[in-house]
């Protein structure tokens, strides 16, 4: 392309007479193209030329004939100083020629282009390194016209770029190592490929996967800066996204980049008219895709979409495909086979909900895949994961074949680089890590933002490159969620015990209780589904811990053998500790699956559980006792159903010398309101437990404090007096004032020793 350095403006504006309009204005050693742009005539130019030639540090610009609406594709390319080179990475524009790169959505690898053209421009980039000289990395930037082979060199980057970060990160391929090692000496045939194992760096990355970055801009908080996007890179970071296919990168990208869209559908373009979306799809700013997107919408054609903004219909098809699906969702039934099309196509399950109208799915868990750097030819031994739908999960295959038995600690990045966030949180991030792995931890590592150390394949035990969002990190922590024998091992070390049985587990938990009181611990709190109770006899204990640790299903007589014979070891430790123990029960937890799928484990959806095992809290009190063990209690269930028989069983246990030794607790809300607490009151004065009630043993008490406090009080006050009134208790107002006082505030503090 007819190109010439100046440095005065009047040399600028002729030979932009010579080359004729439009023209490209490039500062020299400026960042982001700062101070140039596209000059559509003189006065265009003159503005441009002098703000180039100032901010330029040798005030210097390049004048070159505009190529506007060419392709733009990169590569990245590596070599060493024999002369061995490879290409690392392609990487695909989806804006024409005209946007700065840094402000462009990018596809890794380049998907447009056909054979011809991907090998033309990757043998010039090739050709470049080896003319230039280059050892280590580079990056190659051309513009391709669309119409023919012609093309042209926009920049060469003969250094490890932003660029760089981007193409080491979709391809899994360590550049800046690879770059170091090249440095010190070493050839590409001789630096193992560390991803692999198995092949070195002369190896060059193929990917079956599709990579998509999207820019993260400051407009949130420069509300009135100037939107339109140009050769000056505006964008403060971004986000980048694997998927098996175009359409699931990039809808991941877009809901990863924090601008509150988790879809194409942009609320606030949907009242424009067509010929207002297409006045801001040529303005060229960051909703453009948006505008594209609704504009579709609206039965504009991909032929009219491609003339106005020369973006390749490619793109503007696969954009076209995600209609498509939005509309099958709207107007057909979601069976199950479209709904694992539009889990595949990138749909979270809060748009397929909106497009469908249901307020529940079936929820599909995601599936893993391993970034492997050579399209699943080798094997990879590095833990660098994505997600996709309805194939082999090889992050669950791999946690399974190198687990360490230690425990789990996920850490989250803090995503895309946005203005007041920068190199400080992703230093927070790897320092977390690295501390946490010292402490003995295996760390994954959650984060989608291709510039950060963080996600470094070799930073954290495993790293999965995903959007941070309640879906997606959702389906890690299910990936990651540890079992039976995780929880051991941790035991095992936080004790620096060896756990081979119940009895060795119970012996655990005891010593970390000694832990707990040297810090001031007054209670323990063991939650249930049901109130369990076996013959706690040690070989039957030991056969359902042996089979847990092996990962097998269990009976219900097996876990209660096990769960009964700890849980007793338990209460005789707290009962020589004087704690409280608590024991609740009654309860359905994750009751709602798709909400379960959608949220995780214990996030709420809680019911009665009609087979709380009531019967069995008398046998399991008994057995306490016999062991030397019936500490301070406190019971409750669930189910209203229970609190009859619960206030008759405090009342049988009381005595050994603790006033309101065991209590009975109003369980969450549906005990916990105006007909509850009057019929539970009424039960403790029947069984002449009342006056030594703690009153306040409730969930929902506590987080509501004061006010939930007063309610209660209240409705014991007016119970009361209308005992009061009907001669079922004395009017004496000292004697009255004294029962008061003790189930709202004495009681509490005697029976916890708060000593307050």
């Given at each position: 392309?007819?190109?010439?350095?100046v440095t005065?403006?009047?040399?600028?504006?002729?030979f932009?007479?010579?080359?004729?309009?439009?023209?490209?204005?490039?500062?020299?050693?400026?960042?982001?193209?700062?101070?140039?742009?596209?000059?559509?005539n003189?006065?265009?130019?003159y503005?441009?030329?002098?703000?180039?030639?100032r901010?330029?540090?040798?005030?210097?610009?390049?004048?070159?004939?505009?190529?506007?609406?060419?392709?733009?594709?990169e590569?990245?390319?590596?070599?060493?100083?024999?002369?061995?080179?490879?290409?690392?990475c392609?990487?695909?524009?989806?804006?024409?020629?005209?946007?700065?790169?840094?402000?462009?959505?990018?596809?890794?690898?380049?998907?447009t282009?056909?054979?011809?053209?991907?090998?033309?421009?990757?043998?010039a980039?090739?050709?470049?390194?080896?003319?230039?000289?280059?050892?280590?990395?580079?990056?190659?930037?051309?513009?391709?016209n669309?119409?023919?082979?012609?093309?042209?060199?926009?920049?060469?980057?003969?250094?490890?770029?932003r660029?760089?970060?981007?193409?080491?990160?979709?391809?899994?391929?360590?550049?800046?190592?690879?770059?170091?090692?090249?440095?010190?000496?070493?050839?590409?045939d001789?630096?193992p490929?560390?991803?692999?194992?198995?092949t070195?760096?002369?190896?060059?990355?193929?990917?079956?996967?599709?990579t998509?970055?999207?820019?993260?801009?400051?407009?949130?908080?420069f509300?009135?800066?100037?939107?339109?996007?140009?050769?000056?890179?505006?964008?403060?970071g971004?986000?980048?996204?694997?998927?098996?296919?175009?359409?699931?990168?990039?809808?991941?990208?877009?809901?990863?980049?924090?601008i509150?869209?988790?879809s194409?559908?942009?609320?606030?373009?949907?009242?424009?008219?067509?010929?207002?979306?297409?006045?801001?799809?040529?303005?060229?700013?960051?909703?453009?895709?948006?505008?594209?997107?609704?504009?579709?919408?609206?039965?504009?054609?991909?032929?009219?979409?491609?003339?106005?903004?020369?973006?390749?219909?490619?793109?503007l098809?696969?954009?076209?495909?995600?209609?498509s699906?939005?509309?099958?969702?709207?107007?057909?039934?979601?069976?199950?086979?479209?709904?694992?099309?539009?889990?595949?196509?990138?749909?979270?399950?809060?748009?397929?909900?909106?497009?469908t109208?249901?307020?529940?799915?079936?929820?599909?868990p995601a599936c893993?895949?391993?970034?492997?750097?050579?399209?699943?030819?080798?094997?990879?031994?590095?833990?660098?994961?994505y997600?996709?739908?309805?194939?082999?999960?090889?992050?669950?295959?791999?946690?399974?074949e190198?687990?360490?038995g230690?425990p789990?600690?996920m850490?989250?990045?803090?995503?895309?680089?946005?203005?007041?966030?920068?190199?400080?949180?992703?230093f927070?991030?790897?320092?977390?890590v690295?501390?946490l792995k010292?402490a003995?931890?295996?760390?994954?590592?959650?984060?989608?933002?291709?510039?950060?150390?963080?996600?470094?394949?070799?930073?954290?035990?495993r790293?999965?490159?995903?959007?941070?969002?309640?879906?997606?990190?959702?389906?890690?922590?299910?990936?990651?969620?540890?079992?039976?024998?995780?929880?051991?091992?941790?035991?095992?070390?936080?004790t620096?015990?060896?756990?081979?049985?119940?009895?060795d587990?119970a012996?655990?938990?005891?010593?970390?209780?000694?832990?707990?009181?040297a810090?001031?611990?007054?209670?323990?709190?063991?939650?249930?589904?049901?109130?369990?109770?076996?013959?706690?006899?040690?070989?039957?204990?030991?056969?359902?811990?042996?089979?847990?640790?092996?990962?097998e299903?269990?009976?219900?007589?097996?876990?209660?053998?096990?769960k009964?014979?700890?849980t007793?070891?338990?209460?005789?430790k707290?009962?020589?500790?004087n704690?409280?123990m608590?024991?609740?029960?009654?309860?359905?937890?994750?009751?709602?699956?798709?909400?379960?799928?959608?949220?995780?484990?214990?996030?709420?959806?809680?019911?009665?559980?009609?087979?709380?095992?009531?019967?069995?809290?008398?046998?399991?009190?008994?057995?306490?006792?016999?062991?030397?063990?019936?500490?301070?209690m406190?019971?409750y269930?669930l189910?209203p159903?229970?609190?009859t028989?619960?206030?008759?069983?405090?009342g049988?246990?009381?005595?050994?010398?603790?006033?309101?030794?065991?209590?009975?607790?109003?369980?969450?809300?549906?005990?916990?309101?105006?007909?509850?607490?009057?019929?539970?009151?009424?039960?403790?004065?029947?069984?002449?437990?009342?006056?030594?009630?703690?009153?306040?043993?409730?969930?929902?008490?506590?987080?509501?404090?004061?006010?939930?406090?007063?309610?209660?009080?209240?409705?014991?006050?007016?119970?009361?007096g209308?005992?009061?009134?009907?001669?079922?208790?004395?009017?004496?107002?000292?004697?009255?004032?004294?029962?008061?006082e003790?189930?709202?505030?004495?009681?509490?503090?005697?029976?916890?020793?708060?000593?307050?």
């Amino acid at each position: 392309m007819p190109s010439k350095v100046v440095t005065t403006i009047e040399d600028a504006l002729d030979f932009a007479e010579v080359i004729s309009y439009p023209v490209i204005v490039r500062p020299a050693f400026t960042l982001g193209g700062t101070g140039g742009g596209i000059a559509a005539n003189k006065e265009e130019l003159y503005n441009i030329a002098e703000a180039g030639i100032r901010l330029s540090p040798i005030n210097q610009i390049l004048v070159e004939k505009c190529i506007s609406g060419w392709k733009e594709i990169e590569f990245e390319v590596m070599r060493d100083a024999i002369g061995n080179e490879i290409t690392v990475c392609s990487m695909e524009n989806f804006d024409p020629v005209g946007v700065h790169t840094g402000d462009s959505i990018v596809i890794a690898p380049a998907v447009t282009l056909a054979d011809k053209e991907y090998q033309m421009l990757r043998s010039a980039a090739l050709n470049i390194i080896q003319a230039m000289g280059i050892e280590g990395g580079c990056n190659c930037q051309f513009a391709l016209n669309p119409e023919s082979f012609e093309y042209a060199v926009i920049e060469v980057n003969p250094r490890v770029s932003r660029s760089s970060a981007l193409a080491s990160k979709a391809t899994g391929y360590p550049i800046a190592r690879v770059a170091t090692k090249i440095a010190i000496g070493y050839h590409l045939d001789e630096i193992p490929n560390e991803v692999t194992g198995e092949t070195m760096a002369c190896f060059e990355p193929a990917l079956d996967y599709v990579t998509v970055k999207f820019p993260k801009w400051p407009f949130d908080k420069f509300v009135y800066g100037r939107r339109k996007l140009g050769t000056q890179m505006k964008a403060t970071g971004e986000v980048m996204a694997i998927g098996r296919n175009f359409e699931q990168a990039l809808m991941k990208a877009v809901r990863g980049a924090e601008i509150s869209q988790n879809s194409l559908n942009m609320k606030k373009l949907a009242p424009m008219s067509v010929e207002e979306l297409r006045e801001k799809i040529l303005a060229q700013d960051d909703e453009r895709l948006f505008a594209i997107y609704e504009s579709f919408k609206r039965g504009v054609t991909v032929a009219e979409i491609h003339e106005l903004t020369k973006i390749d219909e490619w793109f503007l098809n696969k954009l076209m495909h995600i209609l498509s699906l939005e509309r099958r969702m709207q107007s057909e039934t979601l069976s199950d086979a479209l709904y694992m099309e539009a889990k595949q196509n990138g749909f979270p399950d809060a748009v397929i909900k909106e497009m469908t109208g249901l307020s529940e799915i079936k929820h599909v868990p995601a599936c893993y895949r391993m970034v492997d750097t050579c399209s699943a030819e080798f094997t990879a031994s590095t833990p660098y994961f994505y997600s996709t739908f309805g194939e082999e999960d090889e992050a669950e295959e791999f946690i399974k074949e190198n687990a360490s038995g230690k425990p789990v600690v996920m850490v989250f990045g803090s995503g895309p680089i946005r203005i007041g966030q920068g190199i400080e949180f992703d230093f927070a991030s790897v320092h977390c890590v690295w501390s946490l792995k010292r402490a003995g931890y295996e760390v994954v590592i959650v984060n989608n933002n291709p510039e950060t150390v963080s996600t470094d394949f070799n930073v954290a035990d495993r790293l999965y490159f995903e959007p941070l969002t309640p879906e997606d990190v959702e389906n890690v922590v299910n990936i990651e969620k540890p079992d039976f024998a995780a929880y051991i091992a941790r035991l095992a070390q936080t004790t620096g015990r060896t756990l081979n049985s119940a009895d060795d587990v119970a012996e655990a938990l005891c010593e970390r209780a000694d832990y707990f009181a040297a810090h001031g611990c007054l209670c323990a709190d063991h939650g249930v589904d049901y109130c369990m109770y076996a013959e706690p006899e040690k070989p039957a204990a030991d056969r359902a811990f042996d089979r847990a640790m092996r990962g097998e299903a269990l009976t219900r007589e097996e876990i209660d053998a096990y769960k009964t014979r700890v849980t007793i070891a338990c209460a005789k430790k707290y009962a020589s500790l004087n704690w409280v123990m608590q024991l609740h029960f009654g309860c359905l937890r994750n009751t709602n699956k798709p909400q379960f799928g959608l949220l995780g484990a214990d996030t709420g959806y809680d019911a009665i559980n009609s087979a709380s095992g009531v019967e069995n809290v008398a046998p399991l009190l008994n057995a306490f006792a016999e062991n030397g063990g019936l500490p301070k209690m406190i019971l409750y269930s669930l189910s209203p159903n229970d609190n009859t028989a619960l206030a008759t069983i405090a009342g049988c246990f009381q005595g050994g010398g603790q006033v309101g030794r065991i209590q009975h607790g109003s369980a969450w809300w549906f005990n916990d309101n105006l007909n509850g607490m009057k019929q539970q009151l009424t039960d403790l004065a029947a069984n002449g437990t009342l006056g030594a009630f703690v009153g306040m043993l409730t969930d929902s008490r506590s987080f509501l404090s004061y006010t939930r406090h007063e309610y209660f009080r209240r409705i014991l006050c007016e119970l009361i007096g209308s005992w009061v009134e009907n001669g079922l208790y004395p009017n004496d107002e000292k004697q009255l004032r004294s029962i008061i006082e003790d189930i709202c505030f004495n009681n509490t503090n005697t029976f916890f020793r708060f000593d307050v």
